[in-house]
């Protein structure tokens, strides 16, 4: 009977009807408690049953029977393996070995064991043992490949891969892991015609999909990438790492709604993939949708909430929502975990500058530039914002740092225009903006600058071809047309400056300067009733610009509209009173208008704001002797002397002011000097002429009375009835000279 059942039992084994087979053995070992024979085959069908504890049960009992049942030990040292329990299956494997220490499959399988404990040079001993003695054992072969490459020693590993190839070419896995070899290797397509063999042996090995796509990708070939990314998921749809690469491929190609759907598939699988939420808050930024992005590196913090990048990312995206604050907290978030984060530092200093918060800024920016001296994008903000603090000196020192790194940087070269400009330094300025087009010949911020410092250098007509340049790439830069008009004014050209100012005013009809200075070109044109207009256009905008108050006065004198002047220049007055001019034109207006007392108390007002005002003084004296206060007259010609020794018209009036005192010989050297600066003033020598008169001199008097007719012929009718000549008209010389003239 017992023999029967054996054979019986057996024969279920064969037949893989373990549950049967079991049966039987346990009915054999029962009976023959005795025969190792009927333990072991019991084991084994624990084995395959998957019941390892029970397995184990089953070798020990062979093993009592048998102690160098080697098999046996082999068996139960798989059984071990399978619960993980690596230690005492290389114990029972080296029990094996003793016993029998060819047997290729027990190195085998303690290799794997020891693999599985991350002892990987033991386990290539191991697998090199059961090479040694089965040179043909492509699982040892391949084996010995993977921990080659868990040690990075990728090339050995490779060299493995192609003997257990030799031996077993159609191995997908071995096929498999040369491409990932090959891959850490970075040599990418090889790695993908590697993972094509594996694939066609096994077309639905989904990571080797996945791996050919990562190599695709690292060729930049991102199209094909994402084709092998999508085989993988036919296969294996929950594959989040394939969704995530999938995901950064699109976003890659701009593809940005692709992408964010792709990792959203991601996360089903995976919600705690932290690089998936990161990664979609860039996409999403990248579209746009601030908040959604901030809401991704929310995810992703909660899962790592020390991903100094998401919080750099968030901070990014609460920038461009002007949320600047906290834009700050997010960067002193990603600098806590990562002090040394040189784009966090300078990401926190452009949110510092958006709050006008320029000195942190700098700090900030020096913090980047500690980490990484080369940043030219920190020393270029740098620069900006010394400038916008006025240290220009040292913003210029910023620019260069920044155009040593990167010389082709037209904004550095443009900004460091714009400083030397601040510091006075024109021709440096003009140096400057030329760099800057020569890298962007288009950039008319440039051209417009450089206009300015042509124009403050006096070159008007470079100016002019400068705004020129900047009005052809940019039509409606009103500033251009603007400051054009300025330049042309300069150079006299005043109805083309009136069509450049009138350009800038179609572009920025409330421009107040534009009107103004529009104002000032017709009122040197003459034409004062369209510059009191301009300047009334000014005021509607800017009703405290006391320039347009003083200029529409002058327009109106010139009309001699007088009243209204002076209510003109008693509005510049109050909103500039200390303006010297307004004082003193104010003092002029009331002086015609015979109210002379006032007219003093002006040119006093203009002098205790400009006591060297020499026009002040020779219109005070004016005033005074208006007003018969003929030795205040003098000395305040006198005051106007002091500072403007040629002014003839002074030395003129302070003469007439003596001749009235009847200080002739003091009367006769101030029209001297009046002369001797305008020898053509021919009131000066008729005056002079009238002075000898009274003074009974005939041929001084005839002299200077010659000199004055011959430059105004009107004298001689004048002398024929002037009082002056009275003492002199009898005299024959006299009368002849009257007569012959």
């Not at 090479?131 to 993977?146: C, F, T």
Request: with cysteine; hydrophobic share 40%.
């Amino acid at each position: 009977m017992l023999p029967s059942l054996a054979g019986f039992t057996l024969k279920l084994y064969e037949l893989k009807r373990y549950q049967d087979a079991l049966k039987g053995f346990n009915r054999l070992v029962s009976l023959l408690p005795q025969w190792e024979d009927g333990w072991f085959y019991q084991g084994t069908t624990f084995d395959y049953l998957e019941q390892y504890q029970e397995a184990i049960a089953s070798y020990d009992r062979a093993l009592e029977i048998k102690p160098d049942y080697h098999e046996a030990w082999y068996n139960r040292g798989v059984a071990l393996g399978n619960l993980g329990r690596f230690e005492q299956a290389i114990a029972s494997y080296d029990r094996a070995l003793e016993i029998k220490p060819d047997d290729p499959d027990a190195w085998n399988n303690r290799g794997n064991a020891l693999y599985n404990l991350g002892r990987f040079e033991q386990a290539i001993a191991s697998y090199d043992r059961a090479l040694e003695i089965k040179p043909d054992y492509h699982e040892a072969w391949y084996n010995r490949g993977v921990a080659l490459g868990n040690l990075g020693r990728f090339e050995q590993a490779i060299a493995s891969y192609d003997r257990a190839l030799e031996f077993k070419p159609d191995d997908p896995d071995a096929w498999y892991n040369r491409g990932v070899a090959l891959g850490n290797l970075g040599r990418f397509e090889q790695a993908i015609a590697s993972y094509d063999k594996a694939l066609e042996f096994k077309p639905d090995y989904h990571e080797a999909w996945y791996n050919r796509g990562i190599a695709l990708g690292n060729l930049g070939r991102l199209e094909e990438a994402i084709a092998s990314w999508d085989r993988a998921l036919e296969f294996k749809p929950d594959d989040h790492d394939a969704w995530n690469y999938r995901g950064i491929a699109l976003a890659n190609l701009g593809r940005f709604e692709e992408a964010i759907a792709s990792w959203d598939r991601a996360l089903e699988f995976k919600p705690d993939d932290h690089d998936a939420w990161n990664y979609r808050g860039i996409a999403l930024a990248n579209l746009g949708r601030f908040e959604e992005a901030i809401a991704s590196w929310d995810r992703a913090l909660e899962f790592k909430p020390d991903d100094h990048d998401a919080w750099n990312y968030r901070g990014i995206a609460l920038g461009n929502l002007g949320r600047f604050e906290e834009a700050i907290a997010s960067y002193d978030k990603a600098l806590e975990f990562k002090p040394d984060y040189h784009e966090a530092w300078y990401n926190r200093g452009i949110a510092l500058k958006n709050l006008g918060r320029l000195e942190e800024a700098i700090a900030s920016w020096d913090r980047a530039l500690e980490i990484k001296p080369d940043k030219h994008e920190a020393w270029y903000n740098r620069g900006v914002a010394l400038g916008n603090l006025g240290r220009f000196e040292e913003a210029i020192a910023s620019y260069d740092r920044a155009l040593e790194i990167k010389p082709d940087k037209h904004e550095a070269w443009y900004n460091r225009g714009v400083a030397l400009g601040n510091l006075g330094r024109f021709e440096e300025a003009i140096a400057s903006y030329d760099r800057a087009l020569e890298i962007k010949p288009d950039k008319h911020e440039a051209w417009y600058n450089r206009g300015v410092a042509l124009g403050n250098l006096g070159r008007f007509e470079e100016a002019i071809a400068s705004y020129d340049r900047a009005l052809e790439i940019k039509p409606d830069k009103h500033e251009a047309w603007y400051n054009r008009g300025v330049a042309l004014g300069n150079l006299g050209r005043l109805e083309e400056a009136i069509a450049s100012y009138d350009r800038a005013l179609e572009f920025k009809p409330d421009d107040p300067d534009a009107w103004y200075n529009r104002g000032v070109a017709l009122g040197n044109l003459g034409r004062f009733e369209e510059a009191i207009a301009s300047y009334d256009r000014a005021l509607e905008i800017k009703p405290d610009k006391h320039e347009a108050w003083y200029n529409r006065g002058v327009a109106l004198y010139n009309l001699g509209r007088l009243e209204e002047a002076i209510a003109s220049y008693d509005r510049a007055l109050e909103f500039k009173p200390d303006d010297p001019d307004a004082w003193n034109n104010r003092g002029v207006a009331l002086g015609n208008l015979g109210r002379f007392e006032q007219a003093i108390a002006s040119y006093d007002r203009a002098l205790e704001f400009k006591p060297d005002d020499p026009d002040a003084w020779y219109n005070r004296g004016n005033a005074l002797d208006d007003l018969g206060r003929l030795e205040e007259a003098i000395a305040s010609y006198d005051r106007a002397l002091e500072f403007k020794p040629d002014y003839h018209q002074a030395w003129y009036n302070r003469g007439n002011a003596l001749d009235d005192l009847g200080r002739l010989e003091e009367a006769i050297a101030s029209y001297d000097q009046a002369i001797k600066i305008n020898s053509n003033s021919a009131n000066a020598y008729y005056n002079k002429a009238c002075c000898y008169g009274l003074q009974n001199n005939v041929e001084l008097a005839i002299e200077n009375l010659q000199r004055a007719i011959n430059l105004d012929v009107e004298y001689q009718d004048m002398a024929k009835t002037d009082k002056d000549f009275e003492q002199i008209r009898g005299d024959e010389r006299f009368q002849s000279f009257l007569n012959r003239v």
